[in-house]
Nanobody
Framework: QVQLVESGGGLVQAGGSLRLSCAAS????????MGWFRQAAGKEREVVAA????????YYARSVKGRFTISRDNAKNTVYLQMNSLKPEDTAVYYC???????????????WGQGTQVTVSS
């Protein structure tokens, strides 16, 4: 089992920045693929970014590419999502996810956090 706890969400004005963190426990973090997803009100959950077990491969949704950066610190069992140039359409609940496959995983994650709200005001 893997437990994931997100933090760092909040209210920010358009153009601002936030950094989300996701602390993992319960399994060797350095073997896990990690991802960030989001779900806006009335919409389906979508993948935002993903990173493989050693951090060498990353994926970004087209809507966030160039603005968001996913990274991980295996020594701290933590994955981050740096979000810059935020837009109102980035408003959503953001979820951290982990998968035992370890590679660059875009769907079918094994473990999920509880989510953290990000609200971007115009």
């Amino acid at each position: 089992q893997v437990q994931l706890v997100e933090s760092g969400g909040g209210l920010v004005q358009a153009g601002g920045s936030l950094r989300l963190s996701c602390a993992a426990s319960g399994r060797t973090f350095s073997t896990l693929a990690m991802g960030w997803f989001r779900q806006a009100a009335g919409k389906e959950r979508e993948v935002v970014a993903a990173i493989n077990w050693h951090g060498g491969n990353t994926y970004y949704a087209r809507s966030v590419k160039g603005r968001f950066t996913i990274s991980r610190d295996n020594a701290k069992n933590t994955v981050y999502l740096q979000m810059n140039s935020l837009k109102p359409e980035d408003t959503a609940v953001y979820y951290c996810a982990a998968d035992s496959r370890g590679g660059l995983v875009l769907s079918g994650y094994d473990y999920w956090g509880q989510g953290t709200q990000v609200t971007v005001s115009s």
